[in-house]
């Protein structure tokens, strides 16, 4: 069974750093792009930050030079560093996993980050 699991959401201040990690198991970790996306209260599910099985990574624009996303390919994780974390990026972030571009995604649970003083 595929699954993905993510962890490491929290509360932390404004300017504080969280790291994300997100489990994909029960497939073959390297075949797959992983993104995270999130979701704020009224707001649509967003693309935070993308990686393809090659490495190539794109990021949302209001989290360039702040987020830094990475895939050690003999863990099957995915990791979401987060620094100078802001209120707005108060969300719950949901990884997933694609085999292709015509593929369906799988999500996982989603982690709570709240940014708040």
């Known amino acids: 069974q595929v699954q993905i699991v993510e962890s490491g959401g929290g509360l932390v201040q404004p300017g504080g750093s969280l790291r994300l990690s997100c489990t994909l198991s029960?497939?073959?970790?390297?075949?797959?792009?992983m993104e995270w996306y999130r979701q704020a209260p009224g707001k649509q599910r967003e693309l935070v930050a993308g990686i393809t099985t090659v490495g190539t990574i794109t990021y949302a624009d209001s989290v360039k030079d702040r987020f830094t996303i990475s895939r050690p390919n003999a863990k099957n994780m995915v990791y979401l560093q987060m620094n100078n974390l802001k209120p707005e990026d108060t969300a719950v972030y949901y990884c997933?996993?694609?085999?292709?571009?015509?593929?369906?995604?799988?999500w996982g649970q989603g982690t709570q980050v709240t940014v708040s003083s």
């Open positions: 997933n996993a694609q085999l292709g571009t015509q593929s369906p995604r799988i």
């Open positions: 029960g497939t073959v970790f390297t075949m797959y792009r």
